[in-house]
């Protein structure tokens, strides 16, 4: 059960921060914000889903996408929203 626990909080809580990010693209239209919704999108998918799939039995190489979901992309997405808010707020 406690295999369940990491990608259950990721996939719980990212799309709230995809929802934020698509309410503020709304007010400040900006290239990077929308790099950082496919980001969290992208990097919530590979995360959970490689590890709900190796849960399900799926080939271990499959792992290999763990990390890339969680450690790129999830970051990468965040990152880029921070950069998107410390410019709009020094606005």
Do not use: K
Request: aromatic share 14%.
């Amino acid at each position: 059960m406690r295999y369940y626990r990491p990608p259950c909080t990721i996939s719980s809580f990212t799309p709230w921060a995809c929802c934020g990010v698509g309410l503020l693209s709304e007010r400040w239209p900006d290239a990077w914000l929308s790099a950082a919704g496919w980001l969290l999108f992208a990097g919530v998918t590979l995360f959970s889903g490689s590890l709900y799939l190796l849960l399900a039995g799926a080939p271990r190489l499959l792992g290999v996408l763990t990390p890339i979901g969680g450690a790129v992309a999830l970051i990468a997405g965040w990152c880029a929203c921070a950069w998107v808010l410390s410019r709009e707020h020094g606005r």
